[in-house]
């Protein structure tokens, strides 16, 4: 059953609803169906790393480190678990520092910029991110939905955190427009997983007929109105897609449903933050696994956030009494230095949790990580507000593109928009530059 | 996202002036105005606007309006964020798939709701099994009728005729019901439906930059009626609408004033005033269990009940003035409250009128409700109550505070134990703090004699309280004070926070941030201590603001 469909296509193509996705993005023809499509994944945490701790000695191609033993040795065992040499390191990333007329701080510079690659966007004076995201750039090219997860609750400053709104997700549909993260398990399962497929020709034609509707209010309105419903025509169209789709595995078990354990799980609760991090990995997992998205993203609560890390035996607001004290890439106390590396290898380990998930599925002539890039970044170097070499980690051959691993590429500083530029390009995207700056390219060194 | 507007106040002859050249291919675009007999000169320049989505609370009232449905669906929404401060603001509100996906959920829930249990609603009188024909019949009065409600104006041709084809494709295969259902479906699924265009005449945008649009009686009405009520137009509205009642301001004003009197109104402006006050952050509001074992969440609820039956003794049956709301010790409380505030209420379920003490709970800014959000989740919390009235209330946003802040010291150590007010103490004694903490905190420090969920104390942490406050840098409101109620009463009478309301209340209306250089004194001179607050909506609907839009 179709609603006019042929003629429901020549309008949208006649309609000029595709807007340019990126400045420096250029048109490219969709994607021709290979045996491996690429894959992106972006862990995203908050306060720096502690940087004595982060980097490992010069030579070395374990890529062994304190916090870093959390990425590459397998936890129960201690033995080193493979990644190591499908990872790059890259040292000296710095974000400029630049408010931008915002009332905003170093959490904002990093939070909002480090994927959007724009300078800081006033609204009022609240500081927003810029413009779209480089997962969302590449999902628009790719045409597909990303999945976006997060764990914000905090027993600190629970979320929502008033006036903070812009620090809910480092992830950018366009210019102070935010692509919000699920955070509920239960309701990513149920979402991945619908269970039937009852329905859908008839869900497909009403979308198809609800489209139409959009191109022709889109027909009347200014530019800003139409990239509105160019948005909603593309969600629409990726709902389109998902119900088509069949997925290449069974739905897992159902995750445990915190909400039902705690109405305040998602809010003020850091008692289910390990449990509910650990429920969003597995489900992006399975989602790549099983091809229903292509794009996945984590991110370990908001920006600027205050876990207490209980877990990890902290139990301190790891923003007001703990990074804010790292005040030398040395530490500042044997103490405070402890717990930071502790919340960070916590990080570190979740991390590998994701890759190794992903390494152990064959692919093609290797494994799926091969296939993917796993990118692990963060809004800061140092938890004192430092910008200065922000430490990323690039897990994954993204399908042969970064050919080798097992480096720290140390060649001074490089502006942070090159990361952008270098998930584009490894993604199969050319370009030169990201966000504001026209001409970056890659991260020197790396490819 | 906001873009700077231009402040321009010029009469309407010399907008004509920029935009007729431009049309016939002259590029002088600022040469003098010929003598040209145009709309009436204006005196401000009317705002670029943007598509506004239905809010969350919007949706529901809107199904409710539309179809007799009050299940709430819009509470398994995604949450939106609103740089304006108020959750019906046209920027960002971009829709993920995660938001198609609720929509269609929802539109299948309440299309088959409202077939089953409500066809008036949708169907008006008509009966398709009344005549041989009657099915035909009965499809043109729901797209002439509720489908125009739904989309608050008439169908276009082509919108009519792609309903029409759904229905046709859909009948063979379905009954009447199941065919209209898809229909249903696809309307409240449209962006028609869930955007709010109110951008003028389609044809006016090939006027280009500069222009001015006056936007259609249609969007008017839809316009005043999310103001005022936050639905569609209610069937007198639309009416008026249809038969040409509501092309002039008077005729406008009139509706304005009738709108303002029903319950929808009540809770439409109620829920401006949580917003203003960010007392609706009750509802997820969690306190410390050590510190404050008696803050539960039917306690919050409690709060949240007493602050909406408190907006409505103000607005409604009172003078409804910014000093009524800042000084009025008139309230509500059920037994719960009654202890928290001290006075007698029987243990029985409900709430009753009190009157609390005027000079220890006078207004909003001694309720409960405000005091415990304003406030840090294990003490009193000087510095957000400081930073709120200042940012808020006065429009006067202290800057960000920078990295590397030390936390307080803790109310207990080797010292022996201190005030909340001598943790802070360090603000006013370090240099680099004490430019911005001055400010902040002499006006946190008058409400230390409210704890953190808004009890009355007179110790805090053994030691005796000093609620004595000064306020710097806001020029008439600047000096001593003892106590919030002397804050409040000051307030009350204030410029300042008049000015603020009305901004506050423009940013709401307009579903947007004011521009940096925009005058908005045609709003502010129509707010003070003693006008009504709901006087500030009427400014706005009698204004051009509310009827032409600026091209961008």
């Known amino acids: 059953m179709t609603f006019r469909r042929r003629a429901l296509l020549q309008a949208l193509a006649a309609s000029p609803l595709t807007l340019p996705i990126a400045r420096w993005l250029r048109a490219q023809a969709a994607p021709t169906a290979t045996p491996a499509p690429k894959r992106l994944v972006i862990f995203m945490q908050n306060n720096g790393t502690q940087q004595a701790n982060f980097w490992p000695g010069a030579g070395s191609t374990e890529l062994r480190s304190p916090i870093l033993d959390g990425l590459f040795t397998n936890p129960s065992t201690g033995d080193a678990n493979g990644l190591a040499a499908k990872t790059n390191l890259i040292k000296g990333v710095y974000v400029p520092f630049d408010l931008n007329g915002t009332n905003g701080n170093q959490h904002d510079m990093g939070f909002a910029r480090m994927f959007t690659g724009e300078r800081l966007l006033p609204v009022g004076e609240a500081p927003w991110g810029g413009g779209p995201s480089v997962d969302q750039l590449l999902a628009r090219a790719w045409g597909i939905d990303t999945l976006t997860l997060a764990v914000l609750a905090s027993q600190s400053e629970p979320w929502p955190k008033p006036n903070f709104d812009h620090r809910e997700s480092f992830s950018y549909l366009a210019p102070a427009t935010l692509k919000h993260p699920r955070t509920d398990p239960l309701a990513v399962f149920k979402y991945l997983f619908p269970g039937t497929s009852a329905g859908v020709a008839h869900r497909t034609s009403v979308l198809d007929a609800v489209a139409a509707n959009l191109a022709e209010v889109s027909d009347r309105l200014g530019p800003a109105e139409r990239a509105k419903l160019d948005q909603h025509l593309t969600s629409i169209r990726s709902v389109e897609r998902r119900l088509a789709a069949q997925p290449h595995c069974q739905a897992p078990p159902r995750p445990t449903d915190y909400l039902a354990l705690d109405p305040m799980a998602e809010v003020s609760e850091d008692t289910y933050i390990p449990q509910m991090v650990d429920d969003l990995i597995d489900l992006a997992v399975l989602a790549l696994t099983c091809g229903l998205t292509r794009i996945a993203t984590m991110q370990f609560g908001y920006g600027g956030g205050r876990w207490r890390f209980a877990w990890e035996n902290v139990n301190l607001n790891l923003h007001d009494e703990v990074a804010h004290f790292d005040t030398s890439d040395e530490g500042s106390s044997p103490e405070n230095t402890g717990h930071l590396v502790r919340a960070n290898h916590y990080y570190a380990s979740r991390v590998a949790r994701l890759a190794t998930a992903l390494d152990a599925i064959p692919e093609g002539d290797g494994t799926m990580l091969d296939n993917t890039l796993v990118v692990w970044g963060n809004e800061q170097g140092r938890g004192d507000h430092s910008q200065d070499n922000i430490p990323i980690v690039l897990i994954g051959k993204a399908g042969g593109a970064i050919a080798r691993g097992g480096r720290v590429i140390d060649l001074g500083r490089q502006v942070f928009n090159r990361l952008g530029c270098t998930i584009l390009n490894v993604m199969g995207q050319e370009v030169a530059g990201f966000g504001d700056v026209p001409d970056c390219g890659p991260f020197q060194g790396l490819l | ?552």
């Open chain 2, 1 to 552: 996202m906001e873009h700077a507007r231009s402040s321009l106040v010029l009469p309407a002859a010399v907008w004509l002036a920029i935009v007729v050249p431009a049309l016939c291919g002259c590029h002088d675009r600022y040469a003098p105005a010929p003598p040209t007999a145009g709309p009436a000169p204006i005196s401000i320049t009317p705002p670029l606007r943007r598509l506004r989505r239905l809010s969350s609370r919007e949706y529901d009232n809107v199904v409710r309006d539309l179809l007799g449905d009050g299940s709430r669906p819009a509470s398994g929404f995604l949450a939106d964020s609103y740089p304006n401060g108020y959750d019906n603001g046209s920027a960002g509100l971009t829709l993920q798939s995660d938001q198609v996906v609720a929509y269609q959920v929802a539109a299948e829930a309440l299309a088959a709701r409202a077939l089953a249990g409500n066809r008036e609603r949708v169907l008006g009188a008509c009966n398709p099994a009344d005549t041989a024909d009657g099915e035909a019949v009965c499809l043109d009065a729901v797209l002439s009728s509720f489908a125009a409600r739904a989309y608050r104006r008439p169908l276009t041709a082509s919108e009519t005729q792609r309903l029409r084809d759904v229905f046709q494709v859909e009948r063979p295969q379905n009954t009447f019901d199941g065919a209209l259902q898809t229909v249903l479906e696809v309307i409240l699924q449209s962006p028609q439906f869930l955007y709010r265009e109110e951008l003028g005449v389609m044809d006016a945008l090939a006027a280009g930059p500069g222009a001015r649009i006056d936007l259609t009686d249609h969007e008017v009405a839809s316009e005043l009626s999310f103001l005022i009520t936050g639905s569609i137009p209610d069937a007198e509205l639309w009416a008026a609408v249809e038969q040409g009642q509501f092309a002039t301001p008077a005729e406008r004003h009139a509706q304005a004033l009738r709108l303002l009197a029903t319950p929808e109104a009540r809770g439409a402006i109620g829920a401006f005033l949580h917003q203003w006050l960010a007392t609706r952050r009750l509802a997820t509001l969690s306190k410390s269990a050590e510190v404050y074992p008696t803050f539960t969440a039917d306690l919050a609820s409690s709060m949240t009940a007493e602050l909406d039956g408190f907006f409505d003794e103000v607005l409604w049956k009172r003078t409804g003035s910014l000093r009524e709301l800042f000084t009025s010790p008139h309230s509500f409380a059920d037994a719960a409250l009654g202890r928290l505030y001290g006075v007698e209420v029987p243990e029985q379920p409900g709430f009753q009128a009190v009157t609390l003490d005027p000079e220890l709970r006078p207004g909003i800014l001694t309720r409960a409700g405000f005091l415990a959000v304003h406030a840090d989740t294990d003490s009193s919390g000087p510095i957000p109550r400081g930073v709120f009235i200042l940012s808020a209330m006065v429009c006067h946003a202290p800057s960000p505070p920078p990295p590397n802040i030390p936390p307080p010291p803790p109310p207990t150590d080797t010292g022996g134990p201190r005030t909340t007010r001598q943790r802070f103490d360090q603000h006013v004694s370090n240099g680099s703090c004490a430019a911005c903490h001055n400010q902040i905190d002499g006006i946190g420090f008058g409400f230390e004699a409210y704890d953190g969920i808004g009890a009355y104390r007179q110790l805090d942490n053994g030691l005796p309280v000093d609620s004595r406050g000064t306020v710097v840098g806001l020029g008439a409101l600047d000096g001593d004070f003892s106590g919030a109620g002397e804050l409040a009463a000051r307030l009350a009478g204030s410029r300042a926070l008049s000015d603020c309301f009305a901004r506050q209340v423009y940013r709401y209306a307009l579903g947007q941030v004011e521009g940096a250089n925009e005058d908005i004194g045609w709003l502010t001179s129509a707010s003070s201590p003693d006008a009504r607050m709901t006087d500030l909506l009427l400014a706005i609907v009698d204004s051009p603001a509310f009827t032409r839009r600026s091209f961008e």
